[in-house]
């Protein structure tokens, strides 16, 4: 698989663009899932042109695909990958030489191996933000039988506003300058540890929509939300950069998300910037005022009754995703156009029944395309994906899943 910058873009236009891939993949049994390698493509480079001149760590979370992993890590701007978890993070060490694990671990088994494995400690870094961790990885191997472990402080970088309270996500304990270098002074004057790096993810700016149709009020206040929280982060976690950077010398500061490039890029104490949901293009990022992504990753399922004239009803569906509760974290049905979800009964496991103008004139082993409201959770209902590029499949490529991984 090989990325090139796209001259059409055929995704803008859904009477062309679903039509097209539903007849390049007419042989295709649903349910499966398909990527359009010029929309990936196309999300690849429009991500770099928005971050400018710094690196961008790929989120394998929002992939879990090896060979699109690899496809966009062999473009110029793209550098390392930000993992999930520890033992994903070794499994892609083998070929991937720089792996950050975005979250704390508390997997025995993975320490040990990282920890006895000279080649595997040097590509993987942890995430850490408490002495509590540190204290539990000594513990399942000390520092004098081990290797150096290599980890990252992560800072929290949640907002707190004045008006609308916390927003932001529930991560890291460290929120001051002053937190961060007292933590960082603990970590450099441990055996068996080695600081290189600081992360923070701006949840509340990268990963919230702030165009909301109908709802322009709304809108307004989440855009004011975030670029308060753009300044003041700027300034603090500027300043808990500069705090590390007098006791250790950091290989790497990471910030911000596929929502965020711009703003996250701009911060001069970061040197390189994490995204990964942008490539598939979900359609929970179609309501940014900033950027859109073309609908890269998509998928399939077959009519298989009619429990009424008005009804089509599709075989699975309930690929819903994680985030808080509501009608936006089900799979939006985008192909044929109209169709939607019965408020009581919403997308089964099993089955799905749809209702709307299209589904009246729906016949049993016709399709409905969907896309799924997150990026990298789309992979874990499929074994493969289907690569199309000019109006043909022209490979197929294999998920964690289909690899034999299930790795949270």
Known sequence: MQLT?????????????????????????????VISLPALAHNAFSMLDRVGSKPIRVA???????????????LPGYAGVLAYTLPEALWLASTIPDVVVGYPTADRAAIRQLATDSLLAARVTLMVDSIEQLDFIDSVIPPDQRETIRVCLELEVSYQGRFVGYIGV?????HSPEQA????????????FRLVGVMGYEAQVAGVTNVLPGNPVRGAIIRGMQRNSVTELAERRGAAVAAVRNVVDLEF?????????????????VTEVAAGSGLFGPHLFDHYGHFTPAPAASFALSVVRRPTAQIATVMGGGWIASGPYGPDRAPLAVWPEGL????????????TPYTGAAASTMRVGDRVWLRHTKAGEISEHLNEFAIVDGGAVVETVPTYRGEGMAFL
Request: aromatic share 6%; hydrophobic share 35%; net charge negative.
């Open 340 to 351: 939607t979800l019965l408020g009581r009964e919403g997308a089964g496991e099993v089955q």
């Open 181 to 192: 270098e007292n933590f960082a002074v603990s970590i450099i004057n441990r055996p068996g």
């Open 170 to 174: 529930r991560r890291s304990p460290i």
């Open 60 to 74: 394998s979370k929002s992939v879990r695909v090896r060979s699109v992993l690899d496809a966009v890590l062999a």
């Open 5 to 33: 910058r796209p001259t059409a873009h055929d995704w803008t236009t859904p009477a062309t663009y679903w039509p097209g891939l539903d007849a390049a993949t007419a042989q295709l049994d649903p349910p499966f899932g």
């Open 253 to 269: 500061v990471n910030g911000g998300g596929t929502g965020s490039l711009e703003s996250t890029a701009a911060d001069e104490s």
